[in-house]
């Protein structure tokens, strides 16, 4: 999980989170993005695809893993091109169950007590900070950026509430007049879906996404037999699945969870929005 600081006093706010404006614009379609989907949309100005098509991913090895087109034998180790925040990861599993196993950067900054009057400066891709600035003097002197009425200082990580999507970096080069999908000191969030829940995939179970509109879902709802289906919506060509069950645009997958509403809205894949706002489901 990532930091970002903001200034004048620093504070440590854990954030979740494709240059494509359907990734930036359509909340909970980042699933779709990280398995590489292609979207489909029923008009071509329309700005959020109807649907995508998807790769088979039962159709996968299940006595491997997977990740960005290669397979890994179990006790293979992956060190490069892993989301913000993950030091390496192993292929690991038993039987048709495989997945990889993952050791985490673990940041000074986020078990000590926080120097409340400096700056901690970070990259785009650092998951802990390069350089802390006290000295009042010099942190006059950093270049400083806004963003949705707060104020941050050169090398501060900036979570775009319009694009919860992309993270930036205050540089000079930052211009929050600019769209993040053109900016310099901007890039997509990896959430990392396929590295850590392919396995989830394989075994039918669907994206939960929070109420709180951040970018990650970051569990998946599987299978039950208890799980029913209120067939609700309009035929149609295109359906959802769940496991082996087919659901219509607008039905629903009834659960004895009252904080999880799941439905088909965009094809091929039911999905969940878990309640964590309310007193009763936080």
Not at 185 to 201: F, R, W
Request: hydrophobic content about 25%; charged content about 25%; some cysteine.
């Amino acid at each position: 999980m990532e930091m970002f600081v903001a200034v004048k006093f620093v504070i440590f706010i854990g954030a979740l989170a494709s240059l494509s404006d359907a990734f930036q614009t359509c909340p909970g379609h980042k699933h779709y993005e990280e398995l590489k989907c292609t979207p489909i949309r029923d008009k071509p100005d329309d700005k959020c695809p109807s649907r995508y098509e998807c790769p088979d991913f039962k159709a996968l090895d299940r006595s491997v893993c997977h990740l960005n087109g290669k397979k890994y034998n179990i006790g293979n180790n992956v060190s490069t091109s892993l989301p913000t925040c993950t030091k390496s990861c192993s292929c690991d599993g038993a039987e048709d169950e495989f997945g990889f196993s993952c050791e985490f950067d673990e940041c000074a900054e986020a078990k000590d007590k926080p120097k409340l009057h400096c700056a901690y400066q970070f990259t785009i891709d650092s998951c802990c900070s390069t350089n802390t600035v006290c000295d009042k003097d010099e942190i006059d002197k950093l270049h400083r950026c806004w963003h949705n009425g707060h104020q941050f200082v050169e090398g501060n990580l900036i979570y775009p509430t319009n694009a919860p999507c992309y993270k930036c970096l205050c540089d000079k080069n930052y211009d929050n007049n600019t769209d993040v999908s053109e900016s310099k000191s901007c890039k997509p969030v990896d959430c990392g879906i396929e590295l850590h829940q392919l396995n989830y995939l394989q075994l039918g179970c669907i994206p939960v996404y929070f109420d709180d509109g951040l970018c990650c879902p970051f569990e998946f709802k599987c299978p039950i037999e208890t799980d029913l289906i209120e067939e609700i919506g309009v035929k149609s060509e295109h359906v959802c699945k769940y496991a082996d069950r087919s659901l219509n645009i607008g039905d629903k997958i009834k659960t004895a969870d009252q904080c999880l509403e799941c439905s088909c809205e965009v094809p091929p894949m039911a999905q969940c929005i878990r309640t964590i706002t309310t007193e009763k489901c936080h």
